[in-house]
């Protein structure tokens, strides 16, 4: 056995020097950088579980919310007839840092599966929405390759949003003879939620069905997952020995490691179940085991919000009869497509081909690009929040989502406006589905006076307009609903939608603008959870965008625009000479002079004045501004305005000096001293990130807004693609690849960019990075194809629009496009 102590040295020794050896963007991670590896396998809106860098399963979220550290005693292993060590969990090492610091750790993290064999050696790499795990192991004469994956199409939010899962395990001969091996998967029944119900596992062709039923206390608690096999020489057994202390994963693993497969029938009560498929490879020969996984959690426990109680809170769209089929809790959009997991099992079996081969050809036209590889990596690592517990859809297909995960709890609710303002990935990939968030904006969440709430109830109705509506949220709505109306081409839902949109935006003019200065000077909620008192150059820049949106909105469909247009002017005036400091835009604190009442008495967020605060008041303002800071937000509508298909509405050499400065001031490639009194788990010590703000001409506040010290993935991207869009590609390029040092795998999840929750919907805006350095963006109104190159003459890019998607690019200077799927009418190609 010296040949795998020799082995064993060398793989420690490797683990151990990993992380000195800069890792490929796209390609594979290896040893410790396998360690907080955990890739969403789920729908749309239908729930997930993780793989793990190593191959385990875990995060299993099937009932609707969050389940970040439900790791059940799960397991696949293998068995090889004849050999020393015979058996082994698919699996490399277990991370350090699972075995001692949660979990129980100090009382020995019994009821894992973490003290059986595992392989000696693992890698891990991603091509969305695939995952491979690659093991190896010197007892073995056996290489490993397992894939997991999902259906992911664009533009088919319906096959995108089942809830299954793939698991592809290929085992190749590596030894001189023939083998003998038995794959087995093992479980306990992790569906199980209560003993008011003992739920059976039950019988199902070449697998098994993982139950809990409902009870009459807690209905919600129902699901069932469906495993199985397409094997001929599977068998199954139903009935893991049912016994005290670790007697059943102990009888488990002995059928496992003895090559046992026994076939036990289910019994009421029964705790776990394995699948046994027996084959043989001869010297070279290669088999792939399919795993199936489907489930199906019909209703959950989510009533959300406050119910609407005034007739102006019920807006000017609602009707009764649009919500006699709603729910009194959420319900999937997939309890409505199928009746049971049968259902869904039979139909993922029976489409399984087609829909990898779909999503393979997304895969491949995706990665067909010339662009930096830290930007593809960017893109396609945050996509998987999309098949994150964070993104949710109704019993109608309706998109209703969360602003990130928490362990075990949406964080926060509502389809927040101002957090998705962010998100450029689902308009592109599933526009259909993107425009019911801006449905329920203008239709349901609007009330008559044209008062936007920013958190959405769920099931979706109605809401009660209590609290503050979200300037950046109801301003970056009306840019949003330009940016949908123009990748759809849909002329009739734009008119459809313009009185809303009209009184949305005249409500933003009246609250925060009264006196029509052309700037948002009263007090307005915003992402950072606070109110700006004053005009600021943030939300000026999304006043100026919305202006800007609507205009062009009313001018196609023949209305007067006028004042939104003498507005505008104003605007572009005001931040040009009112919020510019010669290098960066600026905040002017104010609050004696305006129409809102005393700061101290006004509606606030976690907000509050102490006698101390009071005499912060007097002598700096209102707690939470940032006044002469250099905010790295501080121009997004302009980012806002480019990624909606709109000309920047301020001065472009202005902007850029901005986000020059913001590059210059608030990129920092080590944080050790840098002070953050807030939430430093983002970034802290070593790390780099690019802070939200900074004070380079001094007059930092005593208490500036909450979350000025943290570094945020989703404002870095946005930045970043911004500073590209300038012409500035390296600056840009620069923040990408310091925020993908962060999340390397070691230290950070890669495929989790989290803020304010797990798989945080804020660095959807990731997205804009592939516009930004393309140009690329297909107008369906005017059939029109544009490319404004920041990578030269020659380029090949990912597009996806509604009704297709495929490769465009440059060759030569001279723009080309490929269509892989579906149908993109180009009626004219513009290129700058």
Not at 354 to 377: C, G, H, I, Q, W
Request: proline share 5%; aromatic share 12%; charged share 25%.
């Amino acid at each position: 056995m010296q040949s795998k102590s020799i082995l064993t040295a060398v793989l420690a020794l490797a683990a151990s020097t990993s992380l000195l050896q800069a890792r490929e963007y796209n390609n594979t991670y290896t040893g410790k950088e396998l360690d907080h590896i955990a890739y969403p396998i789920g729908g749309l809106g239908s729930g997930m579980f993780c793989l793990e860098g190593t191959g385990a399963i875990s995060n299993v979220s099937f009932h609707h919310y969050p389940q970040l550290f439900h790791e059940p005693c799960t397991f696949s292993a293998i068995h090889v007839k004849g050999y020393e060590n015979n058996s082994k969990v698919l699996e490399s090492a277990v991370p350090d840092y699972k075995i001692f610091g949660r979990n129980e750790g100090g009382m020995g993290v019994g009821g894992t599966t973490w003290g059986l064999p595992r392989f000696q050696e693992g890698t891990f790499s991603a091509r969305f929405p695939f995952a491979e795990i690659n093991l190896k192991d010197s007892d073995l004469p056996l290489d490993v390759k397992l894939v997991a994956w999902n259906p992911f199409i664009p533009d088919d939010e319906d096959n995108s949003g089942l809830p299954v899962g793939g698991l592809e395990y290929t085992f190749t001969n590596t030894s001189g003879k023939e083998i003998e091996a038995i794959y087995s998967f093992n479980t306990r029944n992790f569906m199980w939620r209560t003993n008011d119900e003992v739920s059976p596992i039950t019988k199902m062709d070449k697998g098994f069905i993982l139950n809990q039923n409902p009870t009459e206390r807690n209905p919600e608690f129902e699901g069932h997952c469906a495993i199985f096999t397409d094997e001929e020489t599977t068998k199954v057994n139903y009935n893991w020995f049912r016994g005290g202390w670790f007697d059943p994963l102990t009888m488990a693993w002995n059928h496992v490691s003895r090559g046992e497969m026994p076939e036990d029938d289910p019994v009421l009560g029964g705790t776990g179940a394995s699948i046994y498929v027996p084959f043989s490879l001869k010297p070279g020969e290669s088999k792939t085991i399919h795993l199936y996984i489907a489930w199906y959690v019909p209703t959950s426990f989510h009533r959300i919000g406050p119910e609407a109680t005034t007739e102006s809170d019920f807006g000017d769209c609602y009707d009764p009869e649009l919500y006699k089929d709603t729910p009194d809790r959420y319900e999937p959009w997939y309890s409505r497509r199928f009746a049971s997991v049968d259902e869904v099992a039979s139909y993922w079996k029976e489409n399984y081909s087609s829909l990898k081969d779909e999503t393979t050809r997304f895969t491949e036209t995706f990665y067909d690009t010339t662009l930096p590889a830290e930007v593809v990596e960017s893109v396609a690592n945050n996509l998987t929040i999309l098949k994150s517990s964070t993104v949710m859809r109704q019993h109608d297909g309706r998109f209703w989502v969360w602003e990130g995960s928490g362990d075990n709890w949406g964080s926060c609710h509502g389809s927040c406006t101002h957090v998705w303002n962010y998100a450029q990935a689902v308009p592109h990939l599933f526009p259909r589905m993107e425009r019911t968030l801006r449905e329920t904006e203008f239709k349901v969440d609007q009330n008559k006076e044209g008062h936007q709430v920013f958190r959405a109830n769920l099931p979706i109705r109605p809401v009660r307009h209590d609290f503050h509506s979200a300037a950046d949220g109801q301003l970056g709505g009306i840019m949003k609903v330009y940016r949908d109306w123009r990748i759809s081409g849909d002329n009739e839902w734009i008119e459809d939608l313009y009185p809303q949109i009209a009184q949305s935006m005249d409500y933003c003019i009246r609250t925060w603008d009264p006196d029509e200065e052309g700037a948002v000077i009263e007090p307005h909620h915003n992402t950072y959870d606070i109110e700006f008192w004053g005009p600021d150059g943030m939300c000026t820049s999304f006043y100026a965008g919305a202006l800007n949106s609507i205009i062009e909105i009313g001018k196609f469909l023949g209305k007067d625009v006028s004042r939104y247009e003498s507005i505008l002017a104003k605007a572009q005036d005001y931040m040009t000479t009112k919020l510019w400091n010669g290098e960066y835009f600026i905040q002017d604190i104010r609050w004696k002079d305006l129409h809102a009442e005393d700061p101290t008495k006004a509606q606030s967020f976690h907000s509050s004045y102490s006698e101390e605060a009071k005499k912060i008041l007097e002598v700096e303002g209102p707690k939470y501004q940032y006044g002469n800071g250099c905010l790295s937000d501080g121009i997004i509508g302009c980012w806002m305005s480019l990624v909606c298909g709109l000309d920047e509405p301020i001065d472009s050499r202005m902007v850029t000096s901005h986000l020059e400065s913001v590059y210059k001031y608030n990129l920092k490639h080590s944080l050790m001293d840098h002070a953050n009194p807030q939430r430093p788990g983002y970034a802290n010590g070593p790390d780099g990130g690019l802070l939200i703000c900074s004070w380079p001409k001094g007059g930092k506040l005593s208490l500036p807004f909450v979350y000025s010290d943290e570094v945020w993935t989703g404002i870095e991207y946005q930045v970043a693609s911004h500073l590209i869009f300038e012409g500035k590609v390296e600056e840009g390029l620069d923040i990408v690849k310091t925020v993908l040092e962060r999340y390397d795998g070691a230290k950070r999840n890669p495929f989790n960019q989290y803020e304010c929750g797990s798989w945080y919907a804020r660095a959807l805006s990731s997205y804009s990075l592939i516009q930004a350095l393309t140009g690329v963006r297909y107008d369906a109104v005017t059939k029109t194809l544009y490319i404004d190159s920041k990578v030269g003459k020659n380029f090949r890019s990912f597009l996806s629009t509604e009704g297709g998607y495929g490769t465009v690019g440059l060759k030569n200077g001279k723009p080309f496009i490929e269509v892989k799927h579906g149908k993109i009418d180009v009626k004219e190609i513009v290129v700058k």
